[in-house]
Structures are given as C-alpha cells and as structure tokens.
C-alpha cells in the first residue's frame, strides 16, 4: 500500500536507526522490526528512560501548604 501521493514514506527507526516504512502494513511502526519494537518497551518498562528533575525551588512552593520539616 501506498501512500495518496504514490510514494512509500520511510523513516528512521527509533531503535536501530535504520529504515522502517511508516505505514499500516507496518504493524511495529514507527519501528522497523518487533525486535525494535520490545527493545524499546523494555526499556520503559525497567525505567531506563528517565528525565533528570530539580527539585523545586522555596519561591515555587505553595505558600498555603503545610511546611515539612
């Protein structure tokens, strides 16, 4: 299948970097493989992905919230 323009829409797999057809035949889109595809959900699923946070700062704080010490 194709897309209305007539040509095959590839992108970069976000697993292995190589080629994956962003397209419904491709049931593991946007990655090229189920391989691919499970790396990836293991590594959410083990929380490998993560996003440093700072912890905020006293002006952010609520000034109605109970104080912690």
Known sequence: MTSPT???RLVKCPGC??????APENPFR???SERCKNADFGAWATESYRI???PPAPEDEDPDAPHRH
Do not use: E, N, V, W
């Open 6 to 8: 007539g040509t095959r």
């Open 52 to 54: 440093d946070a700072k």
């Open 17 to 22: 970097g190589g080629d994956s057809l962003y």
């Open 30 to 32: 946007p990655f090229c």
